[in-house]
C-alpha cells in the first residue's frame, strides 16, 4: 500500500512538473517546440555530465548553462587543442584573414573524436531538434593571452545566404584572468543581485551585460527571431583579457 502511494505520488509530481514546463513555453515567444524542454528532462543521462540551467534572457533568447563541460572533458579539449593553434580570423561577407584591429586570439579547430562528438551531442540535445538541417559546426578552441580581444560582432552575417549560424555556445575552458568576458552592449543589466556570480555587476567601463568567464559554463544564445531574420539584440565581444589567460570553446549550429 506504502508502495503505491509513492509511486502515485511521483507521478503526480512529474505531471505537475511537465505542466509547469508545458505552461512556460506557451507564455515564451521564442517560437520553441515542446522538445527543447523534453530534451532538457529526458536526454541527459546519455551525455555524462549533470548541469545547472538559468534563463537570462527571453528575447533575445540567451541560457546561461553552468558545468556544461566536465574537468575530464576540459583537459581533454586542450589536450587535442595544443598542436592545432592558428591566429584566429575573421569572415566578413564569408572571406576569411587575419585583422588584430578586430580580432587577437589563436583558434583551434577540433578533430571529431569521441569526446568531441559526446559534447556535440550534448549541444544538439539542449537545444531540441529543429529537422533535418539540423547542424553542428566543427567546434573550434579560442585561446586569449593578455591583451587578446574579439571586437563586437553578429555570429551572422548578412551578406551570407545561407549557412548563417542559427545558435551560438560560448564556453568557458579556463578562466584564470582579469577582463576576458563575454559582453552583450544591448542588453539590460538585471536588478537581482544572485546574477553576480554570472554576470559582472561592478564593470561601469562596458554598457550592457558582461558574463563572466567560469570554468566549465556556458552562455547559450539564438542569433535570429523565431521568422528566420537577424536579431540584432545578441551583438557581443569577447572583452580584452587584462592578466592570464583564457580559452574558450565555440559550438555554432
Not at 100 to 118: G, K, M
Not at 122 to 129: E, N
Not at 193 to 217: H, L, M, Q
Request: with cysteine; proline share 4%; net charge neutral.
Amino acid at each position: 500500500m506504502i508502495v503505491c502511494f509513492l509511486r502515485t505520488q511521483r507521478f503526480t509530481i512529474a505531471i505537475l512538473l511537465l505542466g509547469f514546463f508545458l505552461f512556460i513555453l506557451s507564455d515564451l515567444k521564442w517560437g520553441l517546440s515542446v522538445s527543447y524542454i523534453g530534451r532538457l528532462l529526458g536526454h541527459y543521462k546519455d551525455i555524462s555530465t549533470d548541469f545547472q540551467v538559468q534563463i537570462f534572457s527571453r528575447d533575445p533568447l540567451i541560457v546561461y548553462i553552468d558545468n556544461f563541460v566536465s574537468q575530464d572533458e576540459i583537459d581533454h579539449l586542450l589536450n587535442i587543442s595544443e598542436d592545432e593553434w592558428m591566429p584566429s580570423m575573421v569572415y566578413p561577407g564569408g572571406k576569411s584573414h587575419v585583422d588584430t584591429s578586430q580580432r587577437v586570439s589563436e583558434s583551434a579547430l577540433l578533430p571529431r573524436d569521441e569526446i568531441v562528438l559526446r559534447i556535440e551531442k550534448r549541444a544538439l540535445a539542449f537545444q531540441g531538434w529543429r529537422g533535418d538541417n539540423t547542424y553542428i559546426q566543427k567546434m573550434k578552441t579560442q585561446r586569449y593571452e593578455v591583451n587578446g580581444f574579439y571586437n563586437f560582432h553578429y555570429d551572422w552575417d548578412i551578406l551570407v545566404k545561407d549557412g548563417n549560424r542559427v545558435t551560438t555556445y560560448m564556453v568557458y575552458l579556463v578562466a584564470n584572468c582579469t577582463g576576458g568576458g563575454t559582453n552583450f552592449p544591448r542588453l539590460q543589466r538585471p536588478n537581482d543581485s544572485r546574477w553576480c556570480n554570472v554576470i559582472d555587476c561592478d564593470d561601469d567601463e562596458y554598457s550592457g551585460v558582461t558574463f563572466k568567464p567560469r570554468v566549465g559554463a556556458a552562455v547559450f544564445w539564438e542569433n535570429m527571431h523565431p521568422n528566420g531574420s537577424f536579431h540584432r539584440g545578441v551583438r557581443h565581444a569577447s572583452l580584452p583579457v587584462k592578466s592570464g589567460q583564457k580559452v574558450g570553446l565555440n559550438i555554432w549550429g
